[in-house]
């Protein structure tokens, strides 16, 4: 037998030692890892089960995948009265907007606060905490009445209107996401500003070609959150878009599925559960590099 095979027979057997060790101390934390997984994954798979069950009840996919039959997708799709796709589409440009706006307007108001000074600073980061105590539901009387006033003036801004829940959602969360953004803007340098400003630099150049790149953590995270709120808002988006299917979202537009005792299809309901599950899935999994480093970076200050 080889120097070599030897040395590597030792260095296996080393880490399997090792392995042990490490096993037989911590074992609690692999079970409690299990645990956590089971528990996290099993409504998924459950959801999953029940769209491609066949039957039109949840306590048919009890037993799990016992039935594998995509007709629930199939009538998800080809329902003329409830369009599945019109809504998916309404949804995603809804939320991607909203996106978008919240983390420009978002950036425009962190930078001004971390980076000027001027009267009423103070005053109104205090003010941006405190309004943000008190939950956007308990405006929904009040964005009703304003939106109904403002579609007698502007109808593109009244009830009914999708630019009208983007214009929403971005007053609810412009004062939460600037006051998140402003603790990370904190932890750059300002000597990067003043380097810039002798090189002749002004704000803007300043904004968009130095703190912008340097805060892409942040601003992903701002991004995602405010995506996957949006997406999945019921409440508010029922009250401004009301029951024109056309304009509904997908919150609204699945509940139809559920919402009456003598028409609740389970099944389908699943399966486009399952479809609005992905574009959240797939953004998270795009820019879950910078959740950790976006979420904890602003904590330093």
């Given at each position: 037998m080889s120097t070599a095979t030897v040395s590597s027979a030792i260095k296996?057997?080393?880490?399997?030692?090792?392995?042990?060790?490490?096993?037989?101390?911590?074992?609690?934390?692999?079970?409690?890892?299990?645990?956590?997984?089971?528990?996290a994954a099993f409504p998924?798979?459950?959801?999953?089960?029940?769209?491609?069950?066949?039957?039109?009840?949840?306590?048919?996919?009890?037993?799990?995948?016992?039935?594998?039959?995509?007709?629930?997708?199939?009538k998800l799709m080809s329902d003329p009265v409830r369009p599945?796709?019109?809504?998916?589409?309404?949804?995603i440009v809804i939320a991607a907007l909203t996106a978008i706006f919240t983390v420009f307007l978002g950036a425009l108001a962190a930078y001004t606060f971390s980076r000027m000074r001027f009267k009423g600073r103070r005053g109104g980061l205090l003010s941006l905490m405190l309004v943000q105590m008190f939950p956007q539901l308990l405006t929904v009387v009040a964005i009703f009445l304003l939106l109904t006033w403002l579609g007698d003036v502007y109808p593109v801004l009244g009830i009914g209107s999708r630019l009208a829940?983007?214009?929403?959602?971005?007053?609810?969360?412009?004062?939460?996401?600037?006051?998140?953004?402003?603790?990370?803007?904190?932890?750059?340098?300002q000597s990067l500003d003043e380097s810039a400003?002798?090189?002749?630099?002004?704000?803007?150049?300043?904004?968009?070609?130095?703190?912008?790149p340097l805060v892409a953590p942040i601003l992903a995270v701002v991004g995602l959150l405010s995506f996957i709120t949006s997406f999945t808002e019921y409440v508010v988006a029922s009250v401004v878009l009301g029951a024109d299917p056309h304009t509904s979202t997908l919150a609204i537009g699945l509940y139809q599925y559920v919402s009456t005792e003598t028409s609740s299809n389970w099944g389908v309901f699943a399966a486009g559960a399952v479809l609005a599950a992905l574009p959240p899935m797939v953004l998270f999994l795009w820019l879950q590099k910078y959740i950790v480093s976006g979420l904890t970076g602003g904590a330093i200050k």
């Open positions: 296996d057997g080393n880490r399997r030692t090792l392995f042990s060790k490490r096993f037989k101390s911590q074992w609690w934390r692999h079970l409690l890892g299990i645990i956590s997984v089971v528990f998924l798979v459950y959801v999953l089960s029940a769209s491609l069950s066949p039957g039109g009840t949840l306590t048919g996919s009890n037993q799990l995948f016992s039935k594998i039959d995509f007709s629930n997708y199939a599945y796709g019109q809504w998916y589409l309404n949804t829940l983007i214009m929403v959602y971005l007053g609810g969360a412009l004062g939460s996401n600037t006051y998140l953004m402003y603790g990370f803007f904190n932890t750059v340098p400003m002798v090189d002749g630099a002004g704000h803007a150049r300043i904004f968009f070609t130095i703190i912008l």
